[in-house]
């Protein structure tokens, strides 16, 4: 029987076959748009900012990287935060954060003010996606569904991917019709109805009990300790990694001194922020997060590195490099929810990883002299392998991460997405150090073989994906990982996505 709290969230629904209607959806995939915008719109204001302000373009970059560097880090922060305060009022306050960047870029007189101004979108924006897993996995819960509510999942991952791809064009347009100033101001326009809908249409966060709301006690339940250890060890990789090749003996050395004492402070921790005890008990949530990196780097490598090669070697210009990359994003977005609506797992990560394959060995076959529509076929490759990744590795985490850790799970597989990404880059300049040549692409190429036949391993050799249960069907996986030394999870349970549920087969 259902909840007096369940019955009042689908009766502000509709039927109660209806638990996420589109009012409830809707606020959460515009949220989930705003950090694959910013990410992507910024790229075409870059050449713009740089005459404006009297700096060199590359040192513009660093509006590039402080999005990812604060995305990586906000990212589980939010998702503990939501867990133990409440997704609305984070998913809210993650929009203010966006409104202010907004306002702070357009208004902004130098590089160091864009710079402030990215953060905040950075750490604003990343509050959308794990807030949006808390909500939908509690609403699937007082809906007594059984499977994950493919459709909803689905639409969220289109709502990223699907602005990632038009990112590019949109800031084209306005920076070329209105100034670069507009790639930060649209914020404002697009976080004001986020915030009208999801202040009139989300449903509210359970009242906190009193004798819990002081600092120490909630810091205690985040663990507040613990979030700021991830935070300054993360900061630490991430710069590091953007580094190379070049060593950056300060940023290592920060990372390993963070990184030890964190470590051992989670390992004590009854509640951890990160729990590594529980990370290592549960295999599949582990292997979703290497996918995930492994597979990102991929595809991103090709939106980046495949970009420089175009543009250096093959002679197009910026506009025709990304006109060429834009059926890659389209089909990544198209095939995302009709995929995501059967629940399958098993059978998207293999696709995932093959495409991988083929798309990479495409990539070691072209050359300067190529023409176009052999470059689009391997961007169209690829972005089969973007939907079918994003669709298997997010019911994969929807399955694999404890209900109560949703959040923080979520944060974490988008963390590991942009260590994906960052890598990608750090690739890329190494591999083009001498110039965007064929020889460079070649040796790309070839990293991205050896990803792909990771992921393919990661994928076939799982046996948490082996049974007909993880696309959909009745059957049983097998269970693997033998985890009774870690005190934590004896034995991983199959990953299941039965058809039916208790509140109808079709969710949406």
Same mark, same amino acid.
């Given at each position: 029987?259902?909840?007096?709290?369940?019955?009042?969230?689908?009766?502000?629904?509709?039927?109660?076959?209806?638990?996420?209607?589109?009012?409830?959806?809707?606020?959460?995939?515009?949220?989930?748009?705003?950090?694959?915008?910013?990410?992507?719109?910024?790229?075409?204001?870059?050449?713009?900012?740089?005459?404006?302000?009297?700096?060199?373009?590359?040192?513009?970059?660093?509006?590039?990287?402080?999005?990812?560097?604060?995305?990586?880090?906000?990212?589980?922060?939010?998702?503990?935060?939501?867990?133990?305060?409440?997704?609305?009022?984070?998913?809210?306050?993650?929009?203010?954060?966006?409104?202010?960047?907004?306002?702070?870029?357009?208004?902004?007189?130098?590089?160091?003010?864009?710079?402030?101004?990215?953060?905040?979108?950075?750490?604003?924006?990343?509050?959308?996606?794990?807030?949006?897993?808390?909500?939908?996995?509690?609403?699937?819960?007082?809906?007594?569904?059984?499977?994950?509510?493919?459709?909803?999942? =689905?639409?969220?991952?289109? @709502? *990223?991917?699907? $602005? #990632?791809? !038009?990112?590019?064009?949109? &800031?084209?347009?306005? %920076?070329?019709?209105?100034?670069?100033?507009?790639?930060?101001?649209?914020?404002?326009?697009?976080?004001?109805?986020?915030?009208?809908?999801?202040?009139?249409?989300?449903?509210?966060?359970?009242?906190?009990?009193?004798?819990?709301?002081?600092?120490?006690?909630?810091?205690?339940?985040?663990?507040?300790? =613990?979030?700021?250890?991830? @935070? *300054?060890?993360? $900061? #630490?990789? !991430?710069?590091?990694?953007? &580094?190379?090749?070049? %060593?950056?003996?300060?940023?290592?050395?920060?990372?390993?001194?963070?990184?030890?004492?964190?470590?051992?402070?989670?390992?004590?921790?009854?509640?951890?922020?990160?729990?590594?005890?529980?990370?290592?008990?549960?295999?599949?949530?582990?292997?979703?997060?290497?996918?995930?990196?492994?597979?990102?780097? =991929?595809?991103?490598?090709?939106?980046?590195?495949? $970009?420089?090669?175009?543009?250096?070697?093959? &002679?197009?210009?910026? %506009?025709?490099?990304?006109?060429?990359?834009?059926?890659?994003?389209?089909?990544?977005?198209?095939?995302?929810?009709?995929?995501?609506?059967?629940?399958?797992?098993?059978?998207?990560?293999?696709?995932?990883?093959?495409?991988?394959?083929?798309?990479?060995?495409?990539?070691?076959?072209?050359?300067?002299?190529?023409?176009?529509?052999?470059?689009?076929?391997?961007?169209?490759?690829?972005?089969?392998?973007?939907?079918?990744?994003? %669709?298997?590795?997010?019911?994969?985490?929807?399955?694999?991460?404890?209900?109560?850790?949703?959040?923080?799970?979520?944060?974490?597989?988008?963390?590991?997405?942009?260590?994906?990404?960052?890598?990608?880059?750090?690739?890329?300049?190494?591999?083009?150090?001498?110039?965007?040549?064929?020889?460079?692409?070649?040796?790309?190429?070839?990293?991205?073989?050896?990803?792909?036949?990771?992921?393919?391993?990661?994928?076939?050799?799982?046996?948490?994906?082996?049974?007909?249960?993880?696309?959909?069907?009745?059957?049983?996986?097998?269970?693997?990982?033998?985890?009774?030394?870690?005190?934590?999870?004896?034995?991983?349970?199959?990953?299941?996505?039965?058809?039916?549920?208790?509140?109808?087969?079709?969710?949406?």
């Amino acid at each position: 029987m259902r909840s007096d709290r369940a019955q009042a969230h689908c009766a502000a629904d509709g039927p109660a076959r209806r638990p996420f209607a589109w009012t409830f959806t809707t606020p959460l995939y515009v949220g989930a748009a705003l950090n694959p915008i910013n990410s992507s719109i910024i790229a075409t204001a870059l050449v713009p900012i740089a005459a404006e302000l009297r700096v060199p373009v590359g040192s513009t970059a660093v509006l590039v990287s402080s999005l990812y560097l604060a995305s990586a880090v906000a990212q589980p922060t939010a998702g503990k935060l939501a867990e133990v305060l409440g997704p609305r009022r984070i998913f809210l306050s993650g929009i203010v954060l966006v409104l202010l960047g907004g306002l702070a870029g357009g208004l902004g007189r130098d590089l160091a003010a864009l710079t402030v101004a990215r953060v905040l979108i950075g750490v604003g924006t990343s509050a959308a996606f794990p807030c949006a897993m808390v909500m939908i996995r509690r609403r699937a819960e007082e809906a007594g569904m059984d499977a994950p509510p493919g459709g909803v999942l =689905g639409g969220l991952a289109m @709502a *990223g991917m699907a $602005t #990632a791809a !038009v990112g590019p064009p949109i &800031g084209g347009l306005l %920076v070329g019709a209105a100034g670069w100033r507009w790639a930060f101001l649209i914020n404002i326009p697009v976080t004001a109805v986020a915030m009208a809908m999801a202040l009139r249409q989300l449903p509210a966060d359970p009242a906190p009990e009193r004798e819990r709301d002081g600092f120490r006690a909630v810091a205690g339940r985040i663990d507040l300790i =613990g979030i700021v250890g991830f @935070a *300054g060890s993360m $900061t #630490a990789l !991430v710069v590091f990694l953007m &580094g190379l090749p070049r %060593v950056e003996w300060t940023a290592l050395a920060v990372f390993v001194l963070a990184a030890g004492p964190t470590v051992v402070w989670e390992l004590r921790g009854s509640a951890p922020f990160f729990d590594f005890r529980g990370l290592a008990a549960n295999g599949a949530l582990a292997r979703t997060y290497l996918r995930q990196a492994l597979t990102l780097l =991929g595809v991103y490598s090709v939106m980046y590195g495949m $970009t420089q090669w175009m543009e250096a070697a093959h &002679g197009f210009s910026t %506009v025709g490099a990304g006109l060429l990359l834009l059926p890659m994003g389209a089909v990544s977005a198209l095939l995302s929810r009709p995929l995501a609506t059967r629940n399958l797992v098993r059978g998207p990560l293999i696709a995932s990883a093959v495409t991988m394959l083929l798309g990479s060995a495409g990539i070691m076959l072209l050359t300067s002299h190529s023409p176009a529509i052999a470059i689009v076929l391997v961007s169209l490759v690829f972005g089969v392998t973007s939907a079918t990744t994003t %669709v298997g590795n997010q019911t994969a985490l929807y399955l694999a991460a404890p209900p109560d850790r949703i959040g923080t799970a979520s944060g974490l597989f988008r963390t590991f997405g942009y260590l994906g990404t960052i890598t990608s880059a750090v690739i890329g300049g190494i591999v083009f150090r001498d110039g965007a040549s064929d020889h460079g692409l070649h040796t790309l190429g070839v990293v991205l073989v050896a990803a792909g036949l990771a992921v393919l391993l990661l994928t076939v050799l799982d046996r948490r994906l082996m049974g007909r249960g993880t696309d959909g069907g009745t059957g049983t996986a097998d269970t693997a990982d033998s985890t009774e030394a870690l005190g934590a999870v004896p034995r991983e349970a199959p990953l299941e996505t039965p058809r039916e549920n208790r509140a109808g087969e079709n969710p949406v």
